[in-house]
């Protein structure tokens, strides 16, 4: 079965550290994004492609970094850690940019900076 | 500026009463709206979505309810089970980029 998954499920790092956060996908899904849960903010959007070597700025995109070089994976990297991007960090994929259109997520990943 | 907003954080409800969960929304521009249920320790997995054409859609025990003139929206959960414990999402879609903006989400509790 198709799926979204995410890596690591959980990491703790600390104040200044790179980070990078893993997605994969086997849905063949054009389009890929990274989000952030926080506590009072739901879901913000952080970065999302249209396919590969697209990438576009969401909402909270500073500090935040991602490349698309095939259509499966969409790796997040923080570049220099910081507390304030401690969160729970969710990716998702939908299949078409014309419409709207299910997005699927995979489990999150759980990130605390020290 | 949160263009979506759940107001509610939180709802319990006893089982096989009725869960109504609402969702205001400030861009008239949005024209289509999902909701999202949230398990811990998962992602969220769509449940419902209503289109801005229309004012109400149901799917088995889920039904939402859109009134486009008070940009408001409702998830009605009749009955409630205690399997529907979960945070729920709002979200909105404004016709391109396929792009959702969320709320920030209802926790129900479905008392057994």
Same mark, same amino acid.
């Given at each position: 079965?198709?799926?979204?998954?995410?890596?690591?499920?959980?990491?703790?790092?600390?104040?200044?550290?790179?980070?990078?956060?893993?997605?994969?996908?086997?849905? @063949?899904? @054009?389009?890929?994004?990274?989000?952030?849960?926080?506590?009072?903010?739901?879901?913000?959007?952080?970065?999302?492609?249209?396919?590969?070597?697209?990438?576009?700025?969401?909402?909270?995109?500073?500090?935040?970094?991602?490349?698309?070089? @095939?259509?499966?994976?969409?790796?997040?990297?923080?570049?220099?850690?910081?507390?304030?991007?401690?969160?729970?960090?969710?990716?998702?994929?939908?299949?078409?940019?014309?419409?709207?259109?299910?997005?699927?997520?995979?489990?999150?990943?759980?990130?605390?900076?020290? | 500026?949160?263009?979506?907003?759940?107001?509610?954080?939180?709802?319990?409800?006893?089982?096989?009463?009725?869960?109504?969960?609402?969702?205001?929304?400030?861009?008239?521009?949005?024209?289509?709206?999902?909701?999202?249920?949230?398990?811990?320790?998962?992602?969220?997995?769509?449940?419902?979505?209503?289109?801005?054409?229309?004012?109400?859609?149901?799917?088995?025990?889920?039904?939402?309810?859109?009134?486009?003139?008070?940009?408001?929206?409702?998830?009605?959960?009749?009955?409630?089970?205690?399997?529907?414990?979960?945070?729920?999402?709002?979200?909105?879609?404004?016709?391109?980029?396929?792009?959702?903006?969320?709320?920030?989400?209802?926790?129900?509790?479905?008392?057994?």
């Amino acid at each position: 079965d198709a799926e979204i998954t995410q890596s690591p499920r959980h990491k703790i790092t600390e104040t200044g550290r790179q980070v990078t956060l893993a997605c994969h996908q086997t849905w @063949n899904h @054009n389009n890929m994004f990274w989000y952030r849960q926080d506590l009072g903010h739901g879901l913000r959007l952080i970065h999302y492609s249209y396919g590969v070597h697209d990438t576009n700025k969401g909402e909270v995109s500073d500090g935040y970094s991602v490349s698309r070089s @095939n259509t499966e994976d969409l790796p997040l990297t923080l570049e220099s850690a910081a507390s304030s991007q401690t969160s729970v960090y969710f990716c998702a994929s939908s299949a078409t940019s014309s419409g709207v259109d299910t997005q699927y997520f995979g489990p999150g990943t759980r990130l605390t900076v020290l | 500026d949160q263009q979506v907003k759940q107001n509610s954080p939180s709802l319990s409800v006893q089982e096989g009463r009725i869960s109504i969960l609402n969702c205001d929304y400030t861009n008239s521009m949005f024209d289509y709206f999902l909701w999202y249920k949230k398990y811990p320790a998962e992602g969220p997995t769509f449940l419902i979505s209503i289109s801005s054409i229309k004012d109400k859609n149901e799917d088995g025990r889920f039904t939402v309810f859109l009134n486009k003139s008070a940009k408001h929206l409702s998830l009605h959960i009749v009955p409630s089970q205690p399997g529907d414990s979960a945070v729920y999402f709002c979200a909105a879609f404004r016709g391109y980029g396929n792009k959702l903006v969320f709320g920030a989400g209802t926790i129900l509790r479905v008392k057994s």
